[in-house]
C-alpha cells in the first residue's frame, strides 16, 4: 500500500490535543500500522498499537484512550467489538473507523457506537489526523466523485448483509441471489 504519511500544522478549525493525547490505533496489516504510528507520534499523539481484536480490547480496558483509530475488519473477528469495549471504559474517546471494505450499513453501525468517521483505506495520516481533531458538529468535504452504480450495488449488498447480521444464506434469500454467488461478492474488496 502507498499511503502518504506527511506531516502537517494544525489547522485553526481543528481541536488540540489536550492533556490527554492517547492515541490506540488498531490495525492487522502490519506496515500501514507501523507507518500511522510513527506519523501520530510526530503530530504529539501518544500512540499505542494493537494488531487484533483481542488485543485492541485488553489495552482499551486496560488504559482507556482519548483518541482511537479502529480497522473494521480484523484477523481475530470485527473492529466495532473494540469501539464497544472503548466506550466502555470511556465515553468521550474520539473514535475513527478504517477499513479497505467501506460500506454505508457498517458505517452507519459505527457511528451509532460512536465513532466520530470513517475512512476507507489507504487514508493517508493527514486524512486521519484531521478526522481525529475535526471540532464537533463540523462537515466532513463532500467527496469529488459519486459512487460508481457498482459501488451503490455493493452498498446495497452490504447493507442487507448487515441487517442479516452477517449470515450469508438469509441474505442470499433476501436478495434473491445464489448463496455461492454472495460470498464471492463478499469476498472481493469494494469497487471504486
Known amino acids: 500500500m502507498a499511503d502518504k504519511i506527511e506531516h502537517s500544522e494544525p489547522q485553526d478549525s481543528e481541536i488540540s490535543l489536550g492533556a490527554d493525547a492517547s492515541l490506540l490505533i488498531v490495525d492487522d496489516d502490519a506496515p500501514f500500522l507501523r507507518r500511522l504510528a510513527r506519523a501520530m507520534e510526530s503530530r504529539g499523539f501518544a500512540v499505542e498499537v494493537a494488531e487484533s481484536v483481542a488485543e485492541g480490547i485488553a489495552k482499551s480496558r486496560a488504559r482507556p484512550p482519548k483518541f482511537a483509530v479502529v480497522d473494521l475488519r480484523l484477523g481475530d473477528g470485527n473492529g466495532l467489538d473494540v469501539i464497544e469495549a472503548i466506550r466502555k471504559g470511556r465515553e468521550d474517546t474520539r473514535v475513527i473507523v478504517l477499513t479497505g ?92
Open 101 to 192: 471494505y467501506g460500506n454505508i450499513a457498517t458505517a452507519v453501525t459505527a457511528v451509532k457506537l460512536g465513532a466520530v468517521d470513517y475512512l476507507s483505506k489507504p487514508a493517508d495520516a493527514d486524512d486521519v489526523y484531521a478526522a481525529l481533531t475535526q471540532r464537533p458538529g463540523e462537515k466532513a468535504d463532500v467527496p469529488e466523485n459519486p459512487m460508481s452504480a457498482d459501488r451503490v450495488r455493493w452498498e446495497h449488498i452490504q447493507r442487507v448483509y448487515e441487517m442479516c447480521e452477517r449470515n450469508v444464506s438469509e441474505t442470499a434469500r433476501r436478495l434473491n441471489m445464489h448463496r455461492r454467488t454472495l460470498q464471492r461478492i463478499l469476498a472481493k474488496r469494494a469497487p471504486k
